[in-house]
């Protein structure tokens, strides 16, 4: 495997860092944070989750539902069906 070129490699640190302060901003965007919220009530609502809710219940509550299908083998998706040409 080569290895890189150590002054190339600094450049891509420095822009992966600034990349990383620019996505801090949007992420602070008001309408990014309220659409945010409102998936979490979407979520929370679907799977039933009530009262302090956080992440890591919805979370949680996704790879539950998510084990429960693919056990069920109800994430199976549908035969192609063959294209007439």
Request: charged letters at 30%.
């Amino acid at each position: 495997m080569p290895k890189p070129d150590p002054a190339e490699f600094r450049r891509d640190v420095v822009s992966v860092a600034r990349q990383g302060g620019s996505i801090a901003q949007i992420a602070k965007d008001p309408a990014l944070l309220k659409a945010h919220a409102d998936l979490d009530k979407a979520v929370d609502s679907v799977f039933g989750l009530t009262g302090v809710v956080d992440e890591a219940d919805r979370l949680r509550a996704l790879f539950s539902s998510y084990a429960q299908l693919s056990e069920a083998e109800q994430l199976r998706l549908p035969k192609a069906r063959s294209r007439k040409k």
